[in-house]
């Protein structure tokens, strides 16, 4: 297989960022991410295996991490509100450890769902939990107003009946 690809090195610190811009970008990434992963993991293999210092390699095709990242905080957002509507948990597939820590990072201000990684090595999961609210000062505004309306709209069907 012949893909042709230009890389940029970044490296700030212990991080070593390869930036890779290839008109073969989907043979790279793979299915959600897997292909890419798999080589970033070997990569960093490779790299830390003799070094007295770990170095942190990343590897990003055509901003894929960042639109990947974007993708998980929306997933995040929308799974959350489901959790809290349904007052039911949640699971999700298998995903590599820095994937569920932008989960993690992402709900950790959210008071009403919690997150909890599950499982062993490469078929770690995460699970949305509905966090008991003791009070109405630690639901989110929105929630609350969502809660409100909800609330009002059933009583004004009730009151037209």
């Not at 489901?82 to 569920?100: C, N, W, Y």
């Amino acid at each position: 297989m012949d893909i042709q690809a230009d890389i940029e090195i970044q490296k700030s610190g212990k991080e070593v960022i390869f930036k890779i811009l290839s008109k073969d970008a989907s043979i790279i990434i793979g299915r959600r991410g897997q292909v890419l992963n798999a080589l970033q993991y070997l990569c960093q293999l490779v790299s830390n295996q003799k070094q007295k210092h770990y170095l942190s390699i990343i590897l990003d095709v055509e901003n894929y991490r960042e639109k990947r990242k974007k993708t998980l905080m929306k997933l995040a957002e929308q799974l959350s509100n489901q959790v809290i509507s349904t007052k039911k948990s949640v699971e999700l597939e298998p995903m590599p450890a820095f994937e569920r820590k932008i989960i993690h990072s992402y709900l950790a201000e959210k008071k009403a769902v919690k997150t909890e990684s599950v499982g062993e090595g490469s078929n770690r999961y995460l699970v949305f939990i509905r966090e008991k609210i003791n009070n109405l000062h630690e639901i989110e505004p929105d929630m609350l107003i969502k809660k409100i309306s909800i609330r009002v709209h059933f009583l004004s069907i009730k009151f037209e009946m």
